[in-house]
């Protein structure tokens, strides 16, 4: 079978539409859809019963969804065109295209990475600064009111002070953990989209997370073997 065309019978290959075996006025091979430069054609495989298009026998004929495409004479098979052109490999062209989009794919994945752990590093750093500056700063001007001549009120504020920090270093790792905790959960959402996105245009076998320009080098989808070019 090649690459641009799928066959449809009772006894097809991996691959191919497989019609259950109770339909037995369709051939084991009974016919095949090829996609061409200007369309998508089905062709009758020299079969007994014979393929029809909108109730018109035909040997091979340019099809589109909206035509009813049956398999065999009076206890015929209707073809789903719809399920069946879904299994059809896209063509060198439209998989040129598509395989070139997840480039953005990758690098917008990458960047959407990046500004996660570094607004979550931030948010961090700022939760963890703001509780302990509180307490400096209580200190400076209880001292600077009542302090400032009364030595028993400063030591008092100092002691103070220390308690307060002390409590405050706790407070703000405590909230900055709580931070930190939601990044992989936004890395792990970030990271299953990105695997439904980056996968094989012809036979969506995933990626992975491995770097688009390795991709590109190896020159095909190891899945399906469906070689790609990308242009200078």
């Known amino acids: 079978m090649k690459k641009n065309e799928i066959l449809i019978g009772r006894e097809v290959l991996k691959g191919g539409y497989s019609i259950e075996k109770q339909y037995t006025a369709v051939g084991r091979k009974h016919a095949r859809i090829i996609r061409k ?3 998508i054609y089905i062709e009758d495989l020299n079969t007994a019963n014979g393929t029809f298009v909108n109730g018109i026998s035909v040997n091979l004929k340019k099809i589109k969804l909206t035509d009813s495409v049956t ?37 917008d994945y990458q960047k959407e990475k990046v500004k996660i752990q570094s607004e979550s590093m931030g948010k961090m750093m700022m939760k963890r600064t703001i509780p302990m500056a509180i307490p400096g700063l209580l200190m400076v001007i209880v001292s600077f009111f009542l302090g400032k001549s009364n030595q028993q009120v400063n030591t008092i504020v100092q002691l103070s002070g220390g308690l307060l920090s002390a409590l405050a270093i706790t407070a703000g790792a405590i909230w900055a953990s709580k931070s930190m905790a939601k990044m992989p959960e936004h890395l792990n959402s970030l990271r299953e989209q990105f695997l439904i996105n980056f996968v094989c ?9 491995i770097p688009w320009e390795v991709i590109k080098n190896q020159g095909k989808c190891k899945a399906c073997q469906h070689e790609f070019r990308v242009e200078s």
């Open 37 to 39: 430069p200007d369309g």
């Open 71 to 107: 398999l065999g004479g009076i206890d015929y098979y209707e073809l789903n065109l719809d399920e069946v052109l879904k299994l059809l490999p896209i063509s060198d062209e439209e998989f040129n295209d598509r395989f070139l989009q997840l480039k953005q794919v990758y690098d």
């Open 201 to 209: 245009p012809n036979c969506k076998h995933s990626f992975g997370e």
